[in-house]
């Protein structure tokens, strides 16, 4: 039963994350790309979409950690790495600029799959399985290092 439970709050949660992203045009690269066009003709209406996601997790925290463990598991599976390296500075670089130039981060990317034929967006099957590939080619190399004693610990429940 609690698997069903698991998937049923799974699947709510995506479709309202799915409806929200559709919601706030972030599933349309051009107004993404408005948006990170700073520098020319800037769209601010997304910082409402970001307002309202910091305040949303910010809350949203408090209050579903404050119940000291989850529903349908025996823990939080929160990341325990505390400091800022080379990797995280390169890896929210690369993603920062990957999302600039597609017009994409990968939640509205997934979401957009089910309209791309409908829209014509057909660099999204591309993107996509490029996105899947560039994340399992990490957590593969992570994993490798990790059982080679080339990381600690925390890179293994990373890959986790």
């Known amino acids: 039963m609690k698997t069903v439970l698991k998937s049923i709050a799974a699947l709510a949660s995506g479709t309202v994350f799915g409806l929200g992203l559709s ?4 599933t349309d690269p051009r107004k ?7 520098a020319g003709d800037w ?14 997790a910010a809350v949203g925290f408090r209050v ?9 598991a025996a823990r939080f599976h929160l ?24 017009g994409y981060c990968p939640g509205p990317a997934i979401a ?3 309209t791309a034929p ?7 099957l591309w993107l996509v399985p490029a996105m899947l590939a560039g994340s399992g080619l ?4 992570t994993t490798r290092r990790a059982l080679a004693g080339l990381a600690g610990p925390a890179a293994l429940d990373a890959t986790r």
Do not use: C, K
């Open 43 to 56: 769209d601010a209406s997304l910082m409402l979409v970001l307002g309202g996601a910091v305040l949303t």
């Open 79 to 102: 990341s325990e790495l505390r400091r800022i390296d080379a990797a995280l500075l390169g890896g929210s670089a690369l993603f920062g600029v990957g999302w600039a130039l597609a």
């Open 32 to 38: 993404v790309q408005a948006f990170l066009d700073v």
């Open 64 to 72: 579903v950690l404050g119940h000291g463990q989850p529903l349908w």
């Open 138 to 141: 990490r957590r593969w190399q």
């Open 118 to 124: 409908i829209t014509g967006n057909a660099e999204l």
């Open 112 to 114: 957009s799959l089910a």
């Open 23 to 26: 919601i706030a045009q972030m």
